[in-house]
């Protein structure tokens, strides 16, 4: 008999939750839901709170909350949020928060030495080595939900990292990829959130749609694994089928196939590195049709260059870059801002900030504001908007 273990789902009315949740559901003898978190859905997550029935459910925004609903206990704000990753009672965490809000609770999850099965991949890139030194001085496991890195973590196996001689990424290349530049300013933002292949939150599918997901994909690949930056190809399989491809240093090159979902890499990162049972639509290749690859077009897509040479600098570099894109997106999606400015604001904020050593996570949070308001400041809108961060 194998114990039933408690899983905090932080981020659970995204889309990410969302899947998280379903995965749950379909494994009751192994995985319980303990505790539920989101940012100001306070409805949805009432309605979830009433299905699951969790020790406690967390509302980082207090403002939001709901009169009446499940009558279970309600915690307000983001200590709370930081304490529900913390929380000794709870050895798995989902960290499917957006953003730098998602920081603070994959130190507190990596700190109390947890499983922290990361899908806010925000966290591992602006945090870099302080996120690593968490892991290793708790004892916490961090494992990847992101697709392609759940797939380098399959092709891997047992393996050591060291027997890697190069990954390569697969990127679905977004709405745009077969647009002509000359049409880039003209994009709107219901063009940058219909993704091909992937259904996801807003802010990751306009990432996906400028390439900047791809670059933050890039450091994570540089974290996780521990590969220098010229060891990390990108290369567009507009499909989605292949997740990802690890290159061994004996010339085998292996990879990780299926349909586009996040459901397996989530289950994958709850259960690793056992596989479990699961219902699951089979794979055809010959329904899939042929695999095509392409050339990733860097001169287009100005946000991959720029993040992946804020990965290379390191210090806070990606604060500095992973900020001013947060502006950048929100900006965009409320029409203030043309879709050809996201690079261009990024650029001039990164220029204006240049890296320094990361000295801890206070240190960050204050770099994080400083970028952001100098991003606001460009883009010529009010620097505080109630909450502009949580969703
Ligand atoms: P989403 O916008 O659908 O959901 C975000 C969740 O975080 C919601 O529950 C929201 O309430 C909560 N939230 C937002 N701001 C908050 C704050 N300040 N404080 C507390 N809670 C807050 O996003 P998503 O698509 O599920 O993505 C979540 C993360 O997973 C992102 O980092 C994204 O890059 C990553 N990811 C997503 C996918 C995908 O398929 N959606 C794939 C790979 C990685
Ligand atoms: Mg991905």
Redesign the pocket.
Known sequence: MTDVRNVAVL???????SSTLNVVARHPDRFRVASL?????AEMLDRLAARWNPDYVVL?DPLSRVPGGWGGDWRYGPEA?TEAAADPAIPIVIN????F?GLRSTLAALDAGKRLAL????SLVVGGELVLAAAAAGGGELLP???EHSAILQCLGNRSADEMHRVILTASGGPFRAWPVERFGGIRPEDALAHPT?S?????SVDSATLANKALEVIEAHLLFGLDFDRIEVVVHPASIVHSMVEFRDGSTVSQLGHPT?EIPILYALSAPERLENEFRPFDPVESGPLEFERLRREDFPMFELGVAAGRSGGTAPAVYNAANEVAVEAFLAGRLTFTGIPRLVEVVLSKMPPVPVEGVDHLVNVDAEARSRARESVGTPSSTRGD???
């Open positions: 981020g659970a009315t995204g889309s990410i939750g978190a989101a940012g100001r859905r980082a949020l499917a928060l957006v953003g809000a899908a806010n991949k925000e939900i992101d697709s992937w996801m939150g807003e802010k990751i996040m961060r949580i969703s």
